[in-house]
């Protein structure tokens, strides 16, 4: 079965600066990789999502991520954030042709003025 | 994009009692939802699939009495948590896919409901 490690409860970072969230996965094969974004209130919003091909994703927001199959890593980020991205943040990674992915915990990213 | 509705978004009820939640897709199709539950600073965990017309299909672990899903048409999946006890408090998630059977497919997410059971 796959997981999904998220090392970093928590990320503070000052508006502007740039920011990396880590994922790491566990799974047989290559998987498929998302980012999602929960903010209070909303629902869980996908960022951007790997499932083959070029191994750098450019998602919605500014966001980006490189899978790294050597390092089993997926990483998320932003050259400069804005006190709006402040939210949790999932990695999810899931088994080709399930579809439903498996979450890792989140990291909550806090934003300074 | 597709949007998932839940009802209500938080509730609070007295221990023994039930509470019916609800997901709706507003402007689509859901022949399957899914149904999550999310402890505080912690994962989403699958809990069952519902699919509609059918028996929902639940996760190894989960109470299938405790947990009563209906899927009765093709917008409204119905997640009843029955007597609820207060470790069933948690925040409950929806989703539904769109997209097919590719690499398209992508899970839209409700809102979530906050319960509390006192």
């Known amino acids: 079965a796959q997981s999904v490690t998220q090392p970093d409860i928590h990320i503070t970072v000052s508006e502007g600066a740039s920011l990396e969230l880590r994922c790491n996965y566990s799974?047989?094969?290559?998987?498929?990789l998302f980012w999602y974004v929960q903010s209070p209130g909303q629902g869980l919003q996908l960022l951007l999502k790997?499932?083959?091909?070029?191994?750098l994703v450019q998602g919605i927001k500014g966001f980006e991520a490189e899978f790294k199959r050597s390092q089993s890593s997926f990483n998320l980020r932003k050259p400069s954030v804005h006190w709006s991205d402040a939210a949790e943040y999932f990695c999810?990674?899931?088994?080709?042709?399930?579809?439903?992915?498996?979450f890792g915990r989140g990291t909550s990213l806090i934003v300074h003025p | 994009g597709a949007v998932v509705s839940q009802h209500p978004s938080w509730v609070i009820c007295k221990s023994g009692t039930s509470v019916k939640i609800e997901c709706r897709s507003l402007?689509?199709?859901?022949?399957?939802m899914f149904w999550y539950r999310q402890f505080p600073k912690q994962s989403l965990m699958l809990m069952a699939t519902s699919n509609e017309g059918s028996k929902a299909t639940y996760e190894q672990g989960v109470e299938k009495d405790k947990f009563l899903i209906n899927h009765a048409s093709l917008t409204l999946s119905t997640l009843t948590v029955t007597s609820a006890h207060p470790e069933d408090s948690s925040f409950y998630i929806c989703?539904?896919?769109?997209?097919?059977?590719?690499?398209?497919?992508?899970?839209?997410f409700g809102p979530g409901t906050r319960l509390t059971v006192t």
């Open positions: 799974y047989g094969a290559t998987p498929y």
């Open positions: 999810a990674v899931g088994a080709r042709g399930s579809y439903i992915p498996t």
């Open positions: 790997y499932f083959s091909g070029d191994t």
């Open positions: 402007d689509f199709q859901a022949t399957t």
């Open positions: 989703s539904a896919p769109v997209g097919g059977t590719g690499p398209n497919r992508e899970q839209y």
